[in-house]
């Protein structure tokens, strides 16, 4: 329902997203999805492209005088950098330079698999797209499911919650409140305690010529019962988010809810009891029914159970070092050190805005699968007839 493809190259002269499905009468503008764009290019730690880079989107199709109109939308970021790179990465014969190829593929990188599997011997042609240049367009398409999402009460919010084993604690706030610390930070994390130790950490590890990595946590507050299924595997709410979240560039882990712990535990403290009790109904709550813990993670059997959704990852150090590893030429088959590419040390708080916008897209779609229509109203009124009904059950 919610379905979008995205195009281009770290170097090339943009990124581009075009989405189907979004339905009439959405209101979008270009200065909402600039906010998310502008977020993802903070935080503490990051590498030289962000100065050259001020990402900013253009809408190119499906939206007229503020508002959806049903056709695809798509999406436009382009690459101040390109102006440096017209011939390097030009789509014209004439331009091609056997002597700029890259040919020392970097560990932990998709360089040498990708040559590979593509049968390039120029690594440039793997790099340039599988870059977390990429993510940006990916957080433009975050911000219009966002969009979609909030018109029905539904918000998300991404936050850093470790980084190279220092772990945030997270307060007992709402989750409006969380938010209000977490775009305070320079790391986006809402444990303002241990900000200062993850700045020294990435500091150190700076000066060592290394990175560093941490996890991240995405909560999705707001959400309906009834979201995904548990009759087909890829129709599994909790499976379309981990297949999301891993979807992004250095990203090894995922868990929902107590994730892993779980696996250490008894199954007494592990499941959520449920407690159902009418008078929440009269308190403007979406059910009765309701959990006194939240270990799922808000979903429940591949269904979301009306809690929040609480989705955490690992993101490995990046694997560009300026004291590079040991690699192999793919041409020569000599040893090198690995190429050096313009890197961050750290990308762990620029990852959790990545990470809240796909987690957004797919919310967004079993949303859309659920309860879509072709227009915004026509949406509202299906959404409105399952909330009466929820009432009642």
């Not at 870059?131 to 957080?139: F, H, I, L, M, P």
């Not at 975050?142 to 470790?162: D, H, R, T």
């Not at 991240?216 to 979240?245: C, F, N, Q, Y």
């Not at 961050?344 to 620029?350: G, I, M, N, R, S």
Request: aromatic share 6%; hydrophobic share 40%.
């Amino acid at each position: 329902m919610f379905r979008y493809l995205t195009a281009g190259e770290s170097h090339g002269p943009q990124l581009t997203a075009i989405i189907e499905g979004v339905p009439a009468g959405l209101s979008l503008s270009e200065e909402q999805i600039n906010v998310d764009l502008a977020r993802r290019q903070c935080g503490y730690g990051r590498g030289g492209r962000m100065l050259i880079e001020k990402d900013q989107v253009e809408i190119l199709s499906g939206v007229r005088w503020g508002k959806t109109i049903g056709s695809p939308v798509t999406l436009c970021v382009r690459n101040r950098d390109w102006e440096n790179w017209l011939e390097k990465m030009s789509p014209h014969e004439r331009y091609r330079d056997e002597m700029i190829r890259v040919t020392r593929s970097r560990p932990g990188h998709a360089d040498l698999p990708g040559a590979i599997k593509y049968n390039h011997h120029d690594v440039r042609n793997i790099l340039e797209r599988s870059s977390a240049r990429e993510t940006a367009v990916r957080v433009a398409v975050g911000a219009v499911a966002k969009a979609l999402l909030s018109q029905f009460s539904i918000e998300v919010c991404g936050f850093v919650v470790e980084l190279g084993g220092v772990k945030a604690h997270r307060p007992e706030l709402s989750l409006a409140a969380l938010k209000d610390l977490a775009a305070k930070s320079e790391l986006f994390t809402y444990d303002s305690a241990v900000e200062e130790e993850m700045k020294r950490l990435i500091d150190t590890v700076r000066d060592a010529g290394d990175t560093v990595g941490g996890i991240i946590e995405v909560t999705v507050d707001g959400v309906p019962p009834g979201l995904g299924s548990h009759v087909h595997w890829d129709r599994k709410l909790d499976a379309r988010l981990a297949m999301a979240v891993m979807s992004i560039q250095a990203f090894k882990g995922v868990e929902i809810g107590m994730g892993f712990k779980s696996a250490a535990s008894t199954g007494s403290k592990v499941h959520d009891e449920i407690y159902y009790d009418s008078a929440r109904i009269n308190h403007g709550e979406q059910s009765g029914f309701y959990r006194k813990s939240n270990n799922a993670g808000g979903i429940e059997g591949g269904i979301s159970n009306g809690e929040e959704i609480i989705v955490r990852a690992a993101m490995k150090p990046i694997p560009t070092l300026y004291k590079p590893l040991r690699s192999v030429d793919i041409v020569s088959k000599e040893p090198y050190e690995a190429t050096v590419e313009r890197s961050d040390v750290c990308a762990v708080p620029a990852a959790s805005v990545v990470a809240e916008a796909v987690v957004a897209i797919e919310v967004a779609d079993a949303f859309m699968i659920k309860f879509g229509g072709d227009s915004i109203e026509e949406m509202g009124r299906n959404y409105q007839s399952f909330l009466d009904y929820l009432k009642a059950f």
